[in-house]
């Protein structure tokens, strides 16, 4: 399957982002979808999971309650919904996806397919 983010864009601090992550491919429904962030000189850090079925998500400690996490299989869409943005919060957002399990967990490598980031930018 291939990915592809979009929505990223310059933010001040307190405001709000909607990504898209696009995939292609007749078995979207049957991945399991991860939104992860990359800062300047950092790991890849996880943000958000979400189940084949989208009734299952997890949520990073950094993000719970400020972002949420939700997919369209019928459009092959995932969303990022990123509310109170904090300068923290800057980073190039990626979208993955795995095949093997309903639901992945926060480390990258174990994500069988990565899409290409979109730079979210919060200034305070």
């Known amino acids: 399957v291939q990915l592809q983010a979009s929505g990223g864009g310059s933010v001040q601090a307190g405001g709000s982002l909607t990504l898209s992550c696009a995939g292609s491919?007749?078995?979207?429904?049957?991945?399991?979808m991860g939104w992860f962030r990359q800062a300047p000189g950092k790991e890849h850090e996880f943000v958000a999971a979400?189940?084949?079925?989208?009734?299952?998500?997890n949520y990073a400690d950094s993000v719970k309650g400020r972002f949420t996490i939700a997919r369209n299989n019928g459009a092959r869409t995932v969303s990022l919904q990123m509310n109170s943005l904090k300068p923290d919060d800057t980073a190039v957002y990626y979208c993955?996806?795995?095949?093997?399990?309903?639901?992945?967990?926060?480390?990258?490598?174990?994500?069988?397919?990565r899409g290409q980031g979109t730079l979210v930018t919060v200034s305070s």
């Open positions: 491919g007749s078995y979207f429904s049957r991945y399991a």
């Open positions: 979400i189940s084949w079925s989208g009734g299952t998500t």
């Open positions: 993955a996806a795995g095949r093997r399990s309903p639901i992945y967990g926060t480390d990258w490598s174990t994500y069988d397919y």
